[in-house]
Every structure is written in structure tokens, then in C-alpha cells.
């Protein structure tokens, strides 16, 4: 995994196959280096309504509530469209939002999610190390839709998945610095 201005933390091309579980709550993380201040990297990051332009699979953010942008307990809606799972929405909880610094949400349920995501943003010289993790489970999500179908291949649907968010972290965190880098 070489990628410019990247660093891998816990990737899974990074450690091959896992054999993981959805059970297991199998995580992918990855970050990036960013030259531009934790205030301007966050500025982006929290503009989650912003996020489908970065993204091949969400379609589109909507806050709910009245709500404008991240707040602990704000929620919001992703819509989302990949050519295997189809079309569906999901309503996101901010579990976590420390501006400049962490901003996380749980998916579906607070308590038992489907999914969660974060992003941290560390000083670092005259920069920022960006982050993204997501975490599966362990609440159900379409994925477990597709493991009760087909149980023998759980381990596989497992590690594709974390590979397609994988992508998605890589993709998303050059976004983030290249709109960072290119407002200075």
C-alpha cells in the first residue's frame, strides 16, 4: 500500500487476510498527512454533508432536527448506493465531536450500531495527521443480510467489505487534503 503522504495504521491490505468475523467487530484505519492546520483539515471533516462529493458510495447527507453540522447527539441521514448491496439509508448518531480534534459517529443505533466512524486530527509540525476508522458491528447492518444467506462465506464477505471501506478511507482522507492544501 503506497500512496502519497500516507502512512498505514492497522490497514487490512496492510495485514492480508483476516479471517475476521462481523462478530469480531473488525476495524480498518488508515491516515494521512495533511500540510494545513487542524482548524482548516476540521472545517472540511465536519462539513459531513460535504462528504458524498469525496465518496463513491454515499450519495447524499441530510441533518436532521434542525441541526446544521456536528453535535454530540446531532443526527443525520446517509444516503447510499453500492452495485452489490443496492440502495438504502441509514440514520447516523455523533457519538463524539471535539472540534479540532475528533469527530465520530455510531450508525443506526447509538448503543448497538451497525457501524461506527471517526476521524482524529493531531497537530504535527506545520500540519495535521488525519485519520479515518470504521469499525462493523456489532449491530446488524445489509452486510449481515448477506452472511445469513450465505454463512460459509462470512469470513470472505467480511474482509471484501473491509477492503471496499478501505478504499473508501484512502479516497476520502486524499479528498480531505487535497481541498485542505488547495485553500491555503
Partial sequence: MAWSGARPRASVASRGWTGAR???????????WIDARPERVWEIVAAVEEMPSMSEELRAVEWCDGATGPAVGARFVGYSKHDALGEWSTT??????????????????????????RFTLRPEG???RLSQWVQLGPGRSGLSFAIDAMPDKEQKIV??????????????????????????
Fill in 126 to 128: 506545520a500540519g495535521t
Fill in 92 to 117: 447516523s448518531y455523533v457519538v463524539e465531536c471535539t472540534a479540532p480534534e475528533t469527530l465520530a459517529w455510531a450508525v443506526t443505533d447509538p448503543d448497538d450500531p451497525s457501524a461506527r466512524w
Fill in 159 to 184: 474482509f471484501v467489505r473491509l477492503r471496499e471501506f478501505e478504499a473508501g478511507i484512502r479516497r476520502t482522507l486524499a479528498a480531505v487534503k487535497e481541498r485542505a492544501e488547495a485553500a491555503r
Fill in 22 to 32: 462481523y462478530a469480531d467487530t473488525p476495524t480498518v484505519e488508515d491516515e494521512i
